[in-house]
């Protein structure tokens, strides 16, 4: 799995947009870019997923550049429920394969 | 919406009990995995589960058994449970090589 670097912290205030930055300059072709958050002492939950073009669903946004080196997930109007840890994951979708979660980085919004 | 339950959040048992760890889920996934969370060691996966009756190790395997008698249940087993293994312990399924969707989690503290 291609190695992923997220800033350590964020702050958004409540109701603006969150973007949460991802840079893994060494993805390869067939690899996707997955994008989990983890709320204090739950499960993680899935977000979004997606191989070079931008995705969208009831969550949130995710940009991935033209070159595949960095994507940006988007929470286009956050709330104290959006904070979390965010994850994110350049995989090859693999039967059986684990997850490796990186350090990710600490949303914390605020009113 | 994808749902995997877990069979307790909060779990205390004594050194040497038998433990056992429930998971089910309801979207008819092949695959289904045990892992376990820890701080500054993230997640690392116990066991997975590609179909009824299979199971392969995962990365730290020692110390626990599985069982999947049905597609829905993956059970994890604690044949005797030691302080070391206080941990959350996450259950996820997945479609072949598909996303990994999560539980909310068990945290075990052993005494």
């Known amino acids: 799995d291609a190695k992923t670097t997220q800033p350590t912290s964020m702050d958004c205030a409540e109701g603006r947009a969150a973007n949460l930055p991802c840079n893994h300059s060494t993805i390869s072709g067939n690899e996707y870019v997955y994008w989990y958050r983890q709320i204090h002492s739950q499960g993680p939950q899935y977000i979004i997923h997606g191989l070079k073009n931008n995705e969208t669903n009831e969550m949130a946004s995710l940009i991935i550049t033209e070159d595949r080196k960095s994507s940006t997930l988007i929470l286009p109007h956050a709330t104290l429920r959006d904070t979390a840890v965010y994850y994110c994951i350049v995989r090859v979708p693999q039967a059986g394969t684990a997850l490796i979660f990186g350090k990710g980085t600490t949303l914390s919004v605020s009113s | 919406d994808v749902k995997v339950t877990q069979s307790s959040r909060y779990l205390v048992k004594r050194t040497g009990e038998k433990v056992f760890l429930e998971c089910v889920q309801d979207m008819d996934h092949e695959n289904m995995f045990w892992y376990r969370q820890d701080p500054g060691l993230g997640l690392r996966l116990i066991y997975f589960?590609?179909?009824?009756?299979?199971?392969e190790k995962g990365d730290i395997p020692e110390g626990y058994s599985v069982s999947r008698e049905k597609k829905e249940r993956f059970s994890l087993i604690l044949e005797s449970a030691s302080t070391n293994q206080t941990s959350m312990y996450l259950c996820?399924?997945?479609?072949?090589?598909?996303?990994?969707?999560f539980g909310p989690g068990t945290r075990l503290l052993v005494l």
């Open positions: 589960s590609y179909d009824v009756k299979m199971k």
């Open positions: 996820a399924s997945s479609f072949l090589g598909g996303t990994q969707y």
